[in-house]
């Protein structure tokens, strides 16, 4: 059995734990099938924000959003929070992040500190630059902001010249993640006789912990145009997606580190497909948009499936201690401690938020209930989620008592918090979030 010297990361945006497992099932993610094959499985994972940022400043810090403040895209994390990559490089390790949409920038998201590279490249694909160079940028903008959205669904100005790999909006692909991710390898683990890409390599070998983000199954989702023709866009897109893990994959076989390295699978949200009422996320907490996967897998950790409820903000801590770094001072707890070790058998009760831009909700989830506040209409839905997993049947006025109590977990929780402090973004923020759905 290996000692576990590295840590990989890989989440997937947009990435729901039912549909997913489908797609597993039918054999349509091999490469993630492999990773799952003899892994740790949490199959009760829920995030506590069902938005990028939100979410993923709350993986690297192990706080809700309303304690680490970035409740909204395009945000920033306040230097006074500690971040994962900080601890894990003050244990000795080599840490490098891969992310792949503006507002996860570090510009953006301040989620580079601690990372000793953090590759988080614009790409707009062949034509943004081109014809920024010949207009001034503003020009440019205003002139496709007024014509990107011409057309009828899917099939406007914007998606054309983005399905013609001529734009790619403020993402970019797989492809383009990977070949950073490798990049960032050839530093923190050379191939044999490779030479190093910079100085800063660990030459004794530290161990690392990585950080790789794809963002292809986000609307407008990267699906390859072969597979639409027998799959969906958000089943194409995963598609490629795991094309993209068995690159990760074979990376790490092709260093010799396969065996020494833990590699850990999941989403930082949902995605609703139509169960109530629309696509996207960002607008209800139903299971669709907060359940996501999670996997944990090497030869040293326990090959069993979990359906002990867990929030995303465990992770990091999880994956600290299993390293040995030193945790972090925050809401978080590891759901295993040491790779031979029980995974947590009592279920932790999960607090989360909705995308303030699309209404002030927020709610609790145990195994068995969930209750919905809309804040800004005073409103509560309550549901039996061992009567009714697709959340129909509103119990709010039936389940008195259960709500109840509910409402007043919910209100300890909030009561932890102040006021969060609203930060300003600038127009080409605000048009960034536009374009990827995040305004009204």
Not at 144 to 159: E, P
Request: charged share 30%.
């Amino acid at each position: 059995m290996s000692e576990i010297r590295n840590v990989l990361l890989v989440s997937v945006d947009c990435l729901r734990e039912d549909v997913f497992k489908e797609g597993l099932a039918e054999g349509l993610f091999p490469n993630c099938a492999a990773l799952y094959d003899g892994a740790l499985e949490f199959t009760e994972t829920y995030t506590v924000a069902n938005t990028t940022d939100p979410s993923l400043t709350a993986f690297m810090t192990a706080k809700y959003p309303f304690e680490h403040g970035v409740v909204e895209n395009g945000w920033g994390l306040d230097e006074t929070h500690d971040t994962a990559a900080e601890r894990f490089r003050a244990a000795g390790m080599d840490t490098f992040g891969v992310v792949s949409v503006d507002h996860l920038a570090d510009e953006h998201s301040k989620l580079g500190r601690g990372f000793d590279r953090y590759e988080d490249g614009q790409n707009y694909g062949k034509l943004y630059p081109i014809l920024s160079r010949i207009y001034d940028t503003k020009t440019f903008n205003t002139v496709f902001g007024a014509v990107k959205n011409l057309g009828i669904g899917r099939y406007t100005v914007k998606n054309l010249l983005r399905d013609l790999g001529l734009i790619s909006l403020h993402c970019r692909s797989a492809r383009s993640v990977t070949d950073d991710a490798t990049a960032c390898l050839d530093d923190v683990a050379p191939r044999s006789g490779a030479e190093t890409k910079t100085a800063e390599t660990n030459t004794d070998r530290a161990g690392f912990f990585g950080w790789v983000h794809y963002f292809d199954v986000h609307e407008p989702r990267n699906a390859p145009r072969d597979l639409l023709e027998d799959h969906d866009e958000y089943t194409a897109a995963m598609m490629r997606v795991d094309d993209h893990v068995g690159e990760l994959q074979a990376e790490l076989e092709a260093r010799g580190i396969a065996d020494e390295t833990l590699v850990v699978f999941t989403g930082d949200h949902g995605e609703a497909l139509g169960e109530h009422g629309y696509t996207g996320h960002g607008r209800t907490l139903y299971d669709e948009e907060i359940n996501v996967p999670l996997a944990l897998s090497h030869d040293a950790m326990p090959d069993a499936q979990v359906d002990t409820q867990v929030r995303t903000i465990d992770i990091l801590p999880t994956l600290l201690s299993l390293v040995d770094a030193e945790g972090l001072d925050a809401a978080g707890e590891p759901i295993v401690t040491a790779p031979d070790g029980d995974p947590a058998e009592e279920d932790r009760q999960l607090f989360t938020m909705a995308y303030p831009t699309f209404g002030d909700r927020v709610a609790t989830r145990t195994p068995e209930w969930k209750l919905v506040r809309d804040r800004e209409e005073a409103a509560e839905e309550l549901y039996d989620l061992d009567a009714d997993p697709a959340e129909r049947e509103d119990l709010a006025d039936a389940a008195a008592e259960r709500r109840a109590s509910l409402a007043a977990d919910l209100d300890d929780w909030l009561g932890g918090f102040g006021e969060t402090d609203e930060q300003e973004v600038d127009e080409a923020t605000e048009e960034m979030l536009a374009d990827l759905g995040y305004m009204e």
